[in-house]
């Protein structure tokens, strides 16, 4: 287990153990409002960080997968040595499916766990979204959080009804959330309206985001030139934030152009704030913000050196250093950045299977081609391996640029960022170039996203949808116009509760709240956290590759309640059941308990010789469709059935949808190659297939 930074102990060892943190930018908002708290960050002097660390630096570099428990060992820490943070983003984005996900944590529960007012003491959450949040609150009561709103989307990749998004942020602000740095995938106005109003009528700070795509500083680069920002800007100035932003999501804002955009908008906005983000993975990223800061920016996003460089933000240290000294000067001491720093490169050891740095091993320029987002990148590439394209990624970044000019050059952002991102692994995988897709648009089964963002279902881009190509994708599929979620009919929260309630125990708001982003993550959530109870409190390498035979470890559930374990060996043979027994002592006490092996019953099902008087033992391979007989429909790319949209008999028209496959969050519909009468219908729901697997067979 981790101990406390050095410095943190030392600055404790001698002063009352339960002393308040240092006073910081969240009293000043929570004693005299948003606007106050804007004005005092436009009067500071010296440029101010965000720390992304908590957020998008794990993202960016371990596809978002660190948990709560080893946020929390550092909360303490924070509060005590970075009070004069502009804010800490820990919040929002892909933080809420991961946890729920993969993590089996309540991201509420963090939250309101970071803010208690507890520096000297360590506390464990139940593992949901929330209470992720609910924990950090109550460590770090004195610096502002922040976190990434989708706008219309709140953090989930669709469109919800409105009051979705209104309680969602009313019930962030109760948990602890201050700063929402609000944006669209689109940049389509009428969806950043929407989240910046939630967020406002909640209480919250508004920091309404625009999202960077090109170079204001190349004057070939005229779809998203300077007057496109002057103008973006002024609509969000008018409709009230607090404070301005851009937001750079995949790097590609130069230093040049960070002069020129930030020059302009300070010399429009005298009074207002204004924020940058950006990710390092050009290695550019420094000089970027520090010309930001140059030309009047009062806020730059960065990480801890550590956790910084690559797809993450700009590093912490690098910054402080250059600006010491000089009117900018930051005021952080570099000693503190030191101890902050090891803690995260010790702990970042514990997540080295998700590192972006298995293919990725130095900044690179290529991403003024490619554009990629770096919070899209790792899981980009984990979705690559998934699908068998491993080998190619260098294929897919370039097909990412094709992709994204077939759909018409997109403001990349989640997520618009998926939409390319799918249409960019589909070609790969079905070794199709730029030409071959738009010739074949009316006969290809594209991923879901790409139709869907076709049929507007994410907004408007700037510019329109590209043409021919969206009509010939959609065929006589329905298109939306205007803002997606303004036809959707509020959600009924009591009807959704008491559905939740009839399944689980102990169903709070928040549980609610996460069902109505995430149906059935939530629900898999749920079921998870009844069997297993709150998993946060094991310590993350037990968490993540268990316990090994003969090791003993200790589990804290409570305040002053420890439990002593020791796993002592696992029985050889498996139950009929495909279940393993685990022989371990608790507290001294020997104890025994049947778990599933997952990885063994996988091998018995696809072991060549099956016992044939064991019917758990089955050899089953799913028939291969002929590609040149049109009649049988093959799968387009492994995946598992979600829906099937047809049955025997129907008769089907060329480009109706027939099945729907999930892999990864890629969602592909097959449609029908030609028009015909359904003759067997080949899989069935959840079935799992590898690419060319049969589907349908037509008369």
């Given at each position: 287990m981790?101990?406390?930074?050095?410095?943190?102990?030392?600055?404790?060892?001698?002063?009352?153990?339960?002393?308040?943190?240092?006073?910081?930018?969240?009293?000043?908002?929570?004693?005299?409002?948003?606007?106050?708290?804007?004005?005092?960050?436009?009067?500071?002097?010296?440029?101010?960080?965000?720390?992304?660390?908590?957020?998008?630096?794990?993202?960016?570099?371990?596809a978002?997968?660190?948990?709560?428990?080893?946020?929390?060992?550092?909360?303490?820490?924070?509060?005590?040595?970075?009070?004069n943070?502009?804010?800490?983003?820990?919040?929002?984005?892909?933080?809420?499916?991961?946890?729920?996900?993969?993590?089996?944590?309540?991201?509420?529960?963090?939250?309101?766990?970071?803010?208690?007012?507890?520096?000297?003491?360590l506390?464990?959450?139940?593992e949901?979204?929330?209470?992720?949040?609910?924990?950090?609150?109550?460590?770090?009561?004195?610096?502002?959080?922040?976190?990434?709103?989708?706008?219309?989307?709140?953090?989930?990749?669709?469109?919800?009804?409105?009051?979705?998004?209104?309680?969602?942020?009313?019930?962030?602000?109760?948990?602890?959330m201050?700063?929402?740095?609000?944006?669209?995938?689109?940049?389509?106005?009428?969806?950043?309206?929407?989240?910046?109003?939630?967020?406002?009528k909640?209480?919250?700070i508004?920091?309404?985001?625009?999202?960077?795509?090109?170079?204001?500083?190349?004057?070939?680069?005229?779809?998203?030139?300077?007057?496109?920002?002057?103008?973006?800007?002024?609509?969000?100035?008018?409709?009230?934030?607090?404070?301005?932003?851009?937001k750079?999501?995949?790097?590609?804002?130069?230093?040049?152009?960070?002069?020129?955009?930030?020059?302009?908008?300070?010399?429009k906005?005298?009074?207002?704030?204004?924020?940058?983000?950006?990710?390092?993975?050009?290695?550019?990223?420094v000089?970027?913000?520090?010309a930001?800061?140059?030309?009047?920016?009062?806020?730059?996003?960065?990480?801890?050196?550590?956790?910084?460089?690559?797809?993450?933000?700009?590093s912490?240290?690098?910054?402080?250093?250059?600006?010491q000294?000089?009117?900018?000067?930051?005021?952080?001491p570099?000693?503190?950045?030191?101890?902050?720093?090891?803690?995260?490169?010790?702990?970042?050891?514990?997540?080295?299977?998700?590192?972006?740095?298995?293919?990725?091993?130095?900044?690179?320029?290529?991403?003024?081609?490619?554009?990629?987002?770096?919070?899209?990148?790792?899981?980009?590439?984990?979705?690559?391996?998934?699908?068998?394209?491993?080998?190619?990624?260098?294929?897919?970044?370039?097909?990412?640029?094709?992709?994204?000019?077939?759909?018409?050059?997109?403001?990349?952002?989640t997520?618009?960022?998926?939409?390319?991102?799918?249409?960019?692994?589909f070609?790969?995988?079905?070794?199709?170039?730029?030409?071959?897709v738009?010739?074949?648009?009316e006969?290809?089964s594209?991923?879901?996203?790409?139709?869907?963002?076709?049929?507007?279902?994410?907004?408007?881009?700037?510019?329109?949808?590209p043409?021919?190509f969206?009509?010939?994708?959609?065929?006589?599929?329905?298109?939306?116009?205007?803002?997606?979620?303004?036809?959707?009919?509020?959600?009924?929260?009591d009807?959704?509760?008491?559905?939740?309630?009839?399944?689980?125990?102990?169903?709070?708001?928040?549980d609610?709240?996460?069902?109505?982003?995430?149906?059935?993550?939530?629900?898999?959530?749920?079921?998870?956290?009844?069997?297993?109870?709150?998993?946060?409190?094991?310590?993350?390498?037990?968490?993540?590759?268990?316990?090994?035979?003969?090791?003993?470890?200790?589990?804290?559930?409570?305040?002053?309640k420890?439990?002593?374990?020791?796993?002592l060996?696992?029985?050889?043979?498996?139950?009929?059941?495909?279940?393993r027994?685990?022989?371990?002592?608790?507290?001294?006490?020997?104890?025994?308990?049947?778990?599933?092996?997952?990885?063994?019953?996988?091998?018995?099902?696809?072991?060549?010789?099956?016992d044939?008087?064991?019917?758990?033992?089955?050899l089953?391979?799913?028939?291969?469709?002929?590609?040149?007989?049109?009649?049988?429909?093959?799968?387009?790319?492994?995946?598992?059935?979600?829906?099937?949209?047809?049955k025997?008999?129907?008769?089907?028209?060329?480009?109706?949808?027939?099945?729907?496959?999930?892999?990864?969050k890629?969602?592909?519909?097959?449609?029908?190659?030609?028009?015909?009468?359904?003759?067997?219908?080949?899989?069935?729901?959840?079935?799992?297939?590898?690419?060319?697997?049969?589907?349908?067979?037509?008369?």
């Open positions: 981790f101990l406390l930074p050095v410095a943190y102990l030392s600055a404790t060892a001698d002063e009352n153990p339960t002393k308040a943190p240092p006073k910081g930018f969240r009293q000043i908002y929570k004693e005299e409002g948003p606007a106050a708290f804007a004005k005092a960050i436009r009067n500071h002097k010296g440029l101010l960080l965000m720390d992304t660390t908590f957020r998008d630096a794990h993202q960016s570099l371990l978002t997968r660190v948990r709560t428990h080893d946020l929390l060992n550092v909360s303490p820490f924070v509060a005590h040595n970075f009070s943070l502009y804010a800490l983003e820990n919040w929002g984005g892909a933080t809420f499916d991961v946890a729920l996900r993969f993590l089996h944590e309540c991201p509420w529960e963090r939250l309101e766990e970071m803010r208690k007012l507890i520096p000297n003491t506390r464990f959450l139940h949901c979204p929330w209470e992720r949040l609910e924990e950090m609150r109550k460590l770090i009561p004195n610096i502002p959080f922040q976190m990434l709103l989708r706008g219309a989307n709140a953090v989930g990749y669709t469109n919800y009804p409105d009051n979705v998004v209104y309680k969602f942020c009313e019930l962030s602000v109760q948990a602890g201050d700063i929402f740095r609000v944006f669209d995938s689109l940049n389509y106005l009428p969806n950043l309206i929407v989240g910046m109003e939630a967020a406002g909640a209480g919250g508004v920091e309404a985001a625009i999202s960077y795509s090109g170079d204001v500083s190349n004057p070939n680069k005229k779809k998203y030139d300077l007057k496109y920002y002057l103008n973006l800007a002024e609509e969000l100035v008018r409709a009230g934030t607090h404070v301005l932003a851009i750079d999501m995949a790097g590609l804002l130069k230093p040049r152009a960070a002069t020129m955009l930030v020059g302009a908008l300070r010399d906005y005298p009074e207002l704030p204004i924020h940058i983000h950006t990710h390092d993975t050009s290695g550019a990223g000089a970027s913000m520090l930001c800061a140059q030309a009047g920016a009062d806020v730059v996003d960065v990480a801890v050196d550590s956790m910084s460089g690559l797809t993450s933000q700009p912490m240290g690098a910054v402080v250093a250059s600006l000294g000089t009117p900018l000067d930051t005021a952080i570099l000693n503190m950045i030191s101890e902050y720093s090891a803690y995260w490169e010790q702990t970042r050891t514990l997540y080295a299977p998700f590192e972006c740095t298995t293919t990725m091993k130095s900044g690179n320029a290529d991403v003024y081609i490619n554009e990629i987002p770096g919070g899209q990148y790792t899981n980009l590439q984990f979705q690559a391996y998934s699908l068998g394209l491993g080998d190619f990624f260098e294929d897919v970044k370039k097909a990412y640029s094709e992709a994204n000019i077939l759909l018409g050059d997109l403001i990349k952002v997520p618009s960022s998926k939409v390319v991102g799918d249409l960019a692994q070609m790969v995988q079905n070794k199709l170039s730029a030409k071959d738009e010739d074949r648009a006969e290809l594209f991923p879901k996203s790409v139709v869907e963002f076709l049929q507007g279902s994410i907004g408007q881009p700037h510019g329109g949808f043409e021919p969206r009509s010939k994708v959609l065929k006589n599929m329905p298109r939306i116009e205007g803002r997606p979620g303004m036809s959707l009919a509020p959600l009924n929260f009807s959704l509760k008491q559905e939740l309630q009839e399944q689980y125990a102990n169903v709070s708001d928040k609610v709240m996460s069902a109505a982003l995430y149906p059935q993550v939530t629900k898999d959530f749920l079921g998870f956290r009844e069997i297993y109870g709150p998993v946060d409190k094991l310590d993350t390498r037990i968490f993540l590759v268990g316990p090994k035979v003969g090791e003993e470890f200790e589990v804290t559930i409570e305040k002053g420890t439990l002593g374990i020791k796993t060996a696992m029985a050889e043979d498996l139950t009929e059941t495909g279940e027994e685990v022989f371990f002592e608790l507290n001294g006490t020997l104890r025994s308990v049947l778990i599933k092996d997952k990885e063994a019953r996988k091998e018995l099902h696809i072991h060549p010789k099956a044939k008087g064991n019917k758990s033992q089955v089953h391979i799913h028939p291969k469709a002929d590609k040149g007989n049109k009649s049988q429909v093959g799968a387009p790319m492994p995946g598992t059935v979600i829906d099937v949209r047809v025997v008999g129907d008769m089907v028209e060329k480009g109706t949808p027939l099945v729907i496959l999930s892999a990864m890629m969602e592909t519909v097959v449609q029908c190659p030609v028009a015909g009468k359904i003759k067997t219908v080949d899989i069935n729901m959840g079935m799992k297939l590898e690419a060319e697997d049969l589907l349908i067979t037509l008369e």
